[in-house]
């Protein structure tokens, strides 16, 4: 089996690996001690864009430059937000740092506040981490005591505060201005955008929203440079990435590789180990449920941004979830339409409306009812659907179900009913 | 200007137009549902998609969420467009109940036309459709969510523009509905601009339910007649037609089905910037009330009798003349009410002033401090508003003093949101506070329940002092004595007194603050907005029904009585004949017993009205009036502007315009030649009353039409100041106990009169209403209740040991020390333990126990 060296996982299986004692053994806090004292905020804003760490929350869009959109010159409050709302089925990469390594978010959220001038920074939390909660507020409270948080930390002049705020479990939320919504006590509906949030965020000031796994790159890549930190991944795609393995696998969980070190195939086979007894590999679905599906034969292609997007899918939240032969495509298409009509938020009319047709079209088909009409109804409402909605949600329904039922075409007309002759 | 492509065209745009805004500016239609332009947008519908190309990307975007981009080229006409809408309209009609035979809406519905021209013939669904219960969330307002396209526009106009909280969305995707968060009233006096911006008919207003089709009515555009801010707005009445049930309107004589199918908004930026309240909207049906009164009558051997107008003019006349010729004309009074149109006003001046030649008419309220005289004129050298309607979106600091704006002018209140929401500073002053005021202020003061004037003082005290300016009387008090009688303090009470503050207060308050208001807007170059409490107030003032001004123009020595001293005038046995114009001074004026006994000493009464009341039974000659939606006539609204309300019905029983009447009596007593068209009388306007000669003439082409944006301002805002000469004493309050906010007199409560939306002459008479009209009810704080031990009736007991019974409301606004009370007293008449200013007393019996 391949092996990597862990950055981001560094003191997962030590005791209480989640104490700021441990936190500080491997070391901890010690980006934050040496941004405050020998790096302006605009050097630290450097230091990510030349790292070149991309969002991992889904996008993958470029940290630095996301950054460096927040306006100086404004007499308004900016905010740091951490989105761990991680959502996104098949995803629980960030649950392991949440849980394990909570200082190393704080200590990420502290940087990113310093570098662009905010004083406090939001945890948005997923409802269903109670754990998590429960080691954030702690390790909140060592981190204030240790002088980490608070007025004048570490007697540089600079003041941050961090607070907890639970979700109440809504998949939307976890996009960034459903976020900001739900964070402000609205409905989590999706804004318009532009503006961006990294001018018009919470409460309409300059904010940045950052993945819980993005945030916890950041000490590493303060405190030994961008060089050091480009030695991991490839050219485009910086760094290490947190994979949550999922499905009929020998060895599920989380595991962090090098962006591009090797591929989906070794990812699956080498690492997880392989599908369980008597399981046949239908598909793997690289990045959470909303990345496409990629056929056993399009699986050996490296794992990072670019490779799996040329192939028509994405790398997404590095949630994989490899799907085997128990079950029919109609099955797993159903099962994510199922997920998307129960999440959408409602505000658009194609994602709300079409996402429960498309549910109640596929339950027709698999229960043996479906007619070549139906089949073809499917397509058309994915037609109506993608492209027109407000925000991806309602997209990656339709492209998902688009996906399996034209990859896996023969799947559908198997369960189809064959027109009568007369 | 930059320029970009639009179907093919190159088009300018504005920098910050949407792709929507430009391609309707150009007449290129775009479908919308879930746009309003007057609302945010939500682009949730996509109705509006359109084909953008920037950059060599190409997609579809909502084209009314979407800026126009300099380079862009954008297809509002494309396959993939129309098949995009049509989608669009196939989602929405998956379970769209398709009742359109019994909605209201059919005919003017966007749904129905939109699905008609651009929509599928035929639905591919074939589920069942959702269900959903009907939602009655007001007395005036029914939901009906199966047909909601949870477009969102009346959530945005509720939460957004009205700023109220409790209808919104619940549930998510295909659970979402709209509707009231709580079983309750909706707490809005707006709740029914959301049947006007819901695109179809998912919200329907109980008036027109069922009645009509559009094709079948005819729209008249007129003037709220609730209110001095002149909301513009649409009156729908049926026409004759093939497809009605028949009835002809012009010329006809009213039958019983002739109504007013409903009130619509009339868009007029200038003034109710498109929206209206729920009042304007839904009251109106009081038309038709049982009460109005048919027939012009004459008291003879203690019984009314029916007679026809001829008689009743040349008897009233022939009365008056006696009367001038045995007692002076100074022995002859009118009242007024302030409700009826300027020409009415006008003719009801020139009758008692010109051709009777007495002095004593008035249209307020019986304050005594109003004897002084016109509190405004004092300052300001002229009885008028500085400040428009609009000046509250320029105003940077506002400060509401003392008005119950919800109760009184509720658009106000919609304005002063629009302004908080862009950032000025909003203060309000007053007795208690509620829900209200917390949409739109950023701060609350209450001053003492009998702390008014010092409020109002310390204000004027402050601004002199910044302005180092000496206030003459203002002098010899302290500003901490008269914030301590206010029960203010001094920090925040500087903090709103700032350079060019605009003052909103109404009329009814006392003079001294009216004047301290006045004065301390010029001192600040601020400005004031008065709301005058008489719908028709400022023209009733600048028609000459004032005992202290004509024309204008301060009478100085020769003026005649206030309401208050004709009524006094009146029980010392000087008054021997007393014209009610529009107002019953027993139900609505405070002090009753005196009142009464003012109306009894008169010899010769007669009351212009349009329904029976309590004073009616007091007249000697009764005679009927038209309502505002059966004349033409124009109304002057309370930042001076004037607009024409349009006839809409015919006139009820043998009622007649009240100018007719006054100038049939003016004929009769002069000879002069009688008018007999309205139109006639506004001229007559034009050309004799000073600030009104600005209005150009002939503006008989433009009477019928919205009335034209450039009317000038009534009103020279650049009037000379004459800073006030009359010293500014303490005056001894009225009050006459002691009381602080908050703290209970040992043996009683202190009655306050007060104003409530639905309790107003109008209200009273639409049976409809009932379910929000307070009813012989009485406000106080919960925890007052819960003490008096009273589950809700009791009896309060005057210091006479009369009783009162009334329901009594928990309202957690008010000081633990008081009982609200509700103007006007038709229903209880508590105003016989109010004094003047509108303060009583009482003790509460053990509650009454079922
Ligand atoms: C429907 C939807 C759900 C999302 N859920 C999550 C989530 O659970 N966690 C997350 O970090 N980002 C989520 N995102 C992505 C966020 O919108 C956003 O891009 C991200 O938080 C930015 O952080 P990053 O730049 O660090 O990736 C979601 C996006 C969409 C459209
Ligand atoms: S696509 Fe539309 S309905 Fe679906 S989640 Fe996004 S905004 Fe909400
Ligand atoms: S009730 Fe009307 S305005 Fe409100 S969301 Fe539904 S369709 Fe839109
Ligand atoms: S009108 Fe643009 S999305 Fe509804």
């Known amino acids: ?422 | 200007m930059p320029k970009f492509i639009l179907n093919g065209k190159e088009v300018e745009f504005k920098p910050g137009e949407t792709i929507l805004q430009v391609a309707w500016r150009l007449g290129v239609k775009i479908p919308v549902f879930c746009y309003h332009p007057h609302l945010p947008v939500y682009a949730g519908c996509r109705m509006c998609l359109v084909e953008v190309e920037l950059r060599g990307r190409k997609g579809l975007l909502p084209s009314c969420a979407t800026q126009v981009a300099e380079g862009m080229v954008v297809n509002t006409e494309t396959d993939e467009v129309r098949q995009a809408r049509k989608s669009q309209l196939e989602f929405l009609l998956l379970n769209h109940p398709l009742e359109c035979p019994t909605c209201d809406a059919g005919g003017e519905c966007d749904l129905q036309n939109l699905t008609f021209f651009l929509g599928p013939a035929e639905s591919r669904y074939t589920f069942k459709k959702h269900e959903k219960e009907l939602v009655e969330a007001h007395p005036y307002l029914k939901l009906y969510p199966n047909r909601c396209i949870l477009c969102n526009r009346c959530v945005s106009f509720y939460q957004e523009i009205s700023a109220n909280d409790d209808w919104g969305m619940f549930g998510r995707g295909h659970n979402m509905r709209v509707g009231p968060y709580r079983d309750k009233i909706l707490d809005s006096e707006f709740s029914g601009n959301m049947i006007e911006v819901c695109p179809l008919g998912a919200i329907t207003g109980r008036d027109y339910r069922f009645k009509s089709r559009p094709w079948e009515h005819k729209v008249f555009n007129s003037i709220s007649p609730h209110d001095s801010i002149g909301a513009n707005i649409k009156v729908y009445a049926r026409v004759g037609g093939k497809y009605s049930r028949g009835y002809i309107i012009e010329g006809g004589v009213r039958g019983e089905n002739h109504e007013i199918l409903r009130v619509n908004m009339r868009p007029n930026y200038d003034v109710n910037d498109p929206w209206i309240d729920d009042r304007t909207r839904f009251i109106h049906s009081y038309v038709n009330s049982s009460e109005r009164i048919t027939e012009p009558l004459i008291k003879r051997e203690g019984e009314f009798k029916e007679v026809v107008w001829d008689e009743v003019i040349s008897h009233v006349s022939g009365k008056l003349a006696e009367i001038k010729e045995k007692y002076g004309s100074e022995a002859i009074a009118g009242i007024a009410g302030g409700r009826g149109s300027n020409e009415s006003a006008f003719f009801f001046a020139k009758l008692l002033k010109d051709t009777i030649g007495t002095k004593n008419v008035d249209f307020r309220i019986p304050r005594r401090d109003f004897e002084q005289g016109d509190p405004l004129y004092e300052v300001l050298g002229s009885s008028a508003s500085t400040a428009k309607l609009n000046d509250i979106y320029n105003a940077k600091n506002i400060v509401v003093f003392g008005t119950e704006i919800k109760e009184t002018h509720p658009l106000v209140g919609l304005k002063l949101v629009k302004a908080r929401k862009s950032g000025a500073r909003v203060y309000y002053l007053g007795k208690w506070s509620s829900k209200a005021e917390r949409r739109w202020a950023s701060r609350i003061y209450n001053y003492n329940i009998n702390g008014e004037v010092e409020a109002a003082l310390s204000i004027l005290k402050i601004a002199g002092l910044k302005k180092e300016i000496q206030i003459e009387g203002l002098d010899k008090v302290s500003l901490e004595t008269l914030l301590e009688l206010a029960g203010l303090e001094k920090e925040y009470i500087e903090e709103l007194v700032k350079e060019g503050s605009l003052f909103i207060f109404d009329d009814n308050l006392p003079y001294d603050v009216q004047k301290a208001l006045s004065y301390a807007s010029t001192l600040l170059d601020g400005k004031i907005l008065v709301l005058r409490n008489a719908p028709n107030g400022q023209g009733f003032i600048d028609m000459g029904v004032s005992p202290v001004l004509s024309n204008g123009q301060s009478l100085e020595a020769e003026k005649g009585l206030s309401t208050y001293g004709i009524l006094k005038a009146a029980r010392e046995g000087k008054i021997k004949a007393l014209l009610l114009y529009n107002i019953d001074p027993i139900v609505e004026f405070p002090a009753r017993d005196e009142v009464l006994e003012a109306i009894k000493s008169v010899d010769f009464i007669v009351v212009f009205d349009s329904f029976w009341s309590e004073v009616t039974g007091y007249a000697d000659v009764v005679m009927p009036l038209t309502l505002s939606f059966e004349e033409d006539g124009s109304y002057t609204n309370t930042e001076g502007r004037v607009q024409w309300a349009e006839k809409a019905i015919p006139v009820y029983g043998m009622a007649r315009e009240a100018w007719r009447i006054f100038a049939s009596i003016v004929g009769y007593i002069t000879g002069e030649n009688r008018v007999n068209d309205v139109k006639d009388v506004t001229e007559m306007i034009i050309n004799s009353i000073e600030p009104y000669k600005k209005l150009k003439f002939p503006l008989e082409s433009k009477f019928k039409e919205p009335y034209p944006d450039n009317i000038p301002s009534l009103h020279n805002i650049k009037t000379v100041y004459k800073y006030p000469t009359a010293e500014y004493k303490l005056r001894p309050r009225e009050v006459s106990f002691k009381y602080e906010t908050g703290e209970k007199i040992t043996d009683g409560y202190v009655l306050v009169m007060s104003y409530h939306l639905y309790k107003t002459v109008y209200t009273l008479r639409t049976e409809d209403a009932a379910p929000l009209v307070p009813l012989k009810v009485v406000e106080m704080n919960p925890l007052t209740i819960r003490q008096e031990g009273i589950e809700d009736e009791a009896i309060l007991i005057g210091p006479r040991n009369e009783e009162y019974e009334v329901k009594v409301m928990p309202n957690r606004n008010l000081p633990k020390g008081v009982v609200r009370v509700f103007y006007p007293f038709l229903d209880y008449d508590l105003n016989s333990l109010l004094d003047y200013n509108g303060f009583g007393h009482v003790r509460i019996a053990q509650a009454v126990r079922r």
């Open chain 1, 1 to 422: 089996m391949v092996e990597f060296e862990r950055i981001l996982l560094r003191d997962i299986g030590k005791p209480n690996s989640w104490s700021l004692q441990t936190y500080e053994k491997g070391g901890g806090y010690k980006a934050l001690k040496k941004a405050l004292s020998t790096y302006s905020p605009d050097e630290v804003i450097e230091l990510v864009k030349s790292s070149g760490l991309r969002g991992r929350g889904g996008a993958g869009f470029p940290t630095g430059v996301k950054w460096s959109f927040v306006p100086k010159d404004t007499d308004k409050p900016k905010y740091v937000v951490a989105n761990a709302d991680e959502g996104e089925p098949g995803t629980f990469k960030d649950r392991v740092i949440l849980e394990e390594e909570p200082h190393m978010l704080i200590e990420g959220i502290i940087l990113a506040a310093y570098a662009i001038g905010a004083h406090e920074g939001y945890i948005y939390l997923r409802k269903e981490y109670p754990l998590a909660r429960e080691r954030l507020l702690n390790a909140i409270e060592e981190a204030r005591k240790a002088g980490f948080l608070g007025k004048n930390i570490l007697n540089s002049g600079f003041d941050i505060e961090i607070y907890v705020y639970i979700g109440a479990g809504a998949y939307i939320c976890g996009e960034e201005t459903a976020l900001l919504e739900s964070l402000e006590g609205r409905r989590g509906h999706p804004r318009k955008r532009p503006p961006f949030p990294a001018t018009h965020g919470l409460y309409s000031c300059p904010t940045v929203v950052n993945n819980v796994e993005t945030l916890s790159n950041v000490p590493f890549i303060v405190l030994h440079g961008p060089t050091w930190y480009r030695q991991f991944g490839t050219e485009k795609s910086p760094g290490t990435k947190l994979f949550s393995c999922s499905g009929a696998i020998k060895r599920p969980g989380v595991y962090e590789i090098p962006l591009g070190a090797i591929t989906l195939k070794q990812l699956v086979f080498d690492v997880c180990g392989g599908l369980k007894e008597g399981h046949e590999l239908f598909g793997v679905i690289p990045g959470g449920v909303s990345a496409p599906v990629l056929t056993p034969d399009e699986i050996d292609v490296p794992v990072d941004y670019e490779s799996i997007a040329a192939k028509g899918s994405m790398l997404g939240s590095g949630g994989v979830i490899v799907l085997d032969k128990s079950f029919s495509a109609v099955t797993y298409a159903r099962r994510a339409a199922e997920f998307y009509a129960e999440e959408s938020c409602g505000k658009c009319t194609p994602c709300r409306e079409g996402t429960p047709w498309l549910v109640k079209i596929l339950k027709k088909i698999e229960s043996g009812e479906g007619t070549e009409e139906d089949y073809n109804l499917l397509l058309d409402v994915v037609k109506a659907i993608r492209g027109k909605t407000f925000c991806p949600l309602g997209d990656s329904a339709a492209c998902v179900v688009e996906n399996f039922a034209t990859k896996y075409k023969e799947d559908f007309e198997a369960l189809l009913k064959k027109p009568v002759a007369v």
